[in-house]
């Protein structure tokens, strides 16, 4: 007869099961972190550098960064900032592919932005290996003040601060990464001191890239380059007539009416 507490056990073991192993750090294009373990992306496949319309002086920047930290020379922690569906989150994983492409030994981490506490072991773990990794935070924001604080201190370098081989990239909607309420600062400090903490964070990052909206002939202009890659038939008024449907413009819409084109001539994107 099977002992009861191991029949217990075997029951807790299916409800809760053990984390998977952990991803070979050396193995893949991309990870995901949790705050627990490195997983391998699934599908990582970045958008051809060249397909990013508008932003060639961001993408210089950001891509001559990343090949820097590559070689293992001193790179700068990255700051994209701006308008929604300008093309950030794109960016980013375009210019790693891009480097990976010409032959650069880095990686994408993508970590959310409720792991931030966790960054220091996800330092730890990449510290030796002999790889370069780019750790990535989307769409970041901040419910109090002390978030930001704990961020910055990682920026600062100090005692669990990031490793050589590890840079952060992060993208928010604006410049200034401040709290989602300012009221929740301490009342006992000089407010003027509480908007300049919260304002300093921004300061810690080398490379500051804004993006901004985008107008009509710009994203007109995205929607050219989209169809001409996959040889689709290009109409500039259906395009604007799409997205003053959707009520905006960006690149996040252009691609959108793209796949709705691509769909209706029945091909892949």
């Known amino acids: 007869?099977?002992?009861?507490?191991?029949?217990?056990?075997?029951?807790?073991?299916?409800?809760?099961?053990?984390?998977?192993?952990?991803?070979?750090?050396?193995?893949?294009p991309a990870y995901g972190w949790d705050g627990a373990v490195l997983s391998a992306a699934r599908g990582f496949r970045p958008l051809p550098i060249e397909r990013l319309v508008g932003i060639e002086a961001q993408r210089d920047a950001l891509t001559a960064n990343l090949d820097r930290l590559a070689r293992r020379a001193a790179a700068h922690d990255v700051l994209l900032w701006g308008a929604r569906g300008t093309g950030k989150s794109a960016l980013v994983k375009a210019a790693v592919g891009q480097v990976q492409a010409a032959g650069g030994r880095l990686a994408l981490v993508e970590a959310p932005a409720t792991a931030l506490a966790k960054l220091p072991a996800l330092f730890a773990l990449l510290a030796s290996v002999e790889r370069a990794f780019v750790v990535f935070v989307d769409d970041l924001g901040f419910d109090t003040p002390a978030d930001g604080r704990a961020l910055r201190s990682l920026l600062e370098g100090g005692a669990e601060g990031r490793p050589s081989n590890v840079r952060l990239i992060v993208t928010?909607?604006?410049?200034?990464?401040?709290p989602r309420d300012l009221k929740e600062q301490d009342s006992a400090i000089n407010p003027r001191d509480g908007i300049d903490d919260a304002l300093a964070l921004a300061d810690r990052f080398g490379l500051s890239l804004g993006f901004h909206v985008v107008d009509q002939d710009h994203y007109v202009a995205i929607v050219e380059r989209y169809c001409a890659a996959y040889d689709l038939p290009f109409d500039g008024q259906e395009a604007i007539n799409w997205a003053t449907k959707r009520g905006s413009r960006s690149g996040r819409v252009a691609w959108q009416y793209v796949t709705e084109l691509a769909g209706r001539h029945g091909k892949a994107v």
């Not at 009861?4 to 193995?27: F, N």
């Not at 928010?172 to 401040?178: E, P």
């Open 1 to 28: 007869m099977t002992d009861p507490l191991l029949r217990i056990a075997a029951a807790l073991e299916r409800l809760s099961p053990p984390p998977p192993p952990a991803a070979d750090p050396l193995a893949h």
């Open 172 to 178: 928010a909607n604006r410049r200034h990464l401040v």
